[in-house]
């Protein structure tokens, strides 16, 4: 995965989580005693984000053993080892909460990916995230929305042009703003726009922008519009579509669903860490 940002992630979150020092582990163990322990997966899901072991590890010491049955990306049973580690018992237990946070989180996100994916069960349209992410935490989450079999989005505001509403209303129009970006840009910049109407469909056609993002469509009106939009457009959906209802949108014809809820409002993995002895 991306190890840079996994670096600088958990070396920020050892040094909020430890502050000076692991009063619990430190005052019992001596940095001698040694011990093994398992990851244990308690509910079935798609693991990501394994390499926080070996890195969380890392960073606290040395002599810590990681052996992996897993790896990102891949189905997980309840009560199936993930994971067994062996070494100094201050750095096992100082680290697990860390490794943890991280790896229950990012294997939710993987986990709600591939359940959206399996219920749409639509292979013409792809399962995209978005900008909606936690503060520091987006190159990781968007990962693990690869991990669930999803694709990405923008990851920054200099990825591409997303023209929406608020753009739309100080500019004037959908057809002058596209002209100004127009004017700025380079021809490699793909340019977005976000529909709330047909009309706004049809006057973001007659722009020729690249993509058409249909906003809180229902799975008729999206069949409708997708009519109007030629093949050369990319057409997006977003808005509203959660587990329960994006069965509706199989085959609607749109050629791809963002949802943000995948990477701000998803349920962590329930993964625990105990030792053997």
Known sequence: MITI????????????????????SGSIFSPNHTSKGTFIAKSEGVVSGLDALEITYSI??????VKLFKKDGEKVLEKEIIAE???????????????????QHLSGIATSTNDVIRLLDDKSIS?????????????????????????NHRFR????????DNHIKAAGSISKAVEIIRS?????????????????????????VDVIMLDNRSPEEVKELVKLIPDEIITEVSGGITPENIQGYKGCGANCISLGWLTHSVKALDISFNLNQ
């Open 157 to 164: 505001l200099d990825d591409g042009v997303m023209i929406k």
């Open 184 to 208: 700025k840009v380079g021809h490699m910049v793909k340019i977005e726009v976000e529909t709330e109407s047909r009309a706004q469909v049809l006057e973001a056609i007659q722009s020729k």
């Open 60 to 65: 606290l010491g040395e002599g810590v053993e």
């Open 5 to 24: 940002h996994l670096k600088e992630i958990i070396t920020q979150a050892i040094k909020e989580d430890i502050g000076m020092l692991d009063l619990t």
């Open 127 to 151: 399962i995209t995230d978005t900008r909606k992410t936690l503060p520091g935490l987006r190159a990781l989450q968007k990962y693990a929305v690869t991990s669930g079999g999803g694709k």
């Open 85 to 103: 580690v062996e070494g100094p018992t201050q750095i096992l237990l100082t680290a697990e909460r860390v490794i943890l946070n991280l790896v």
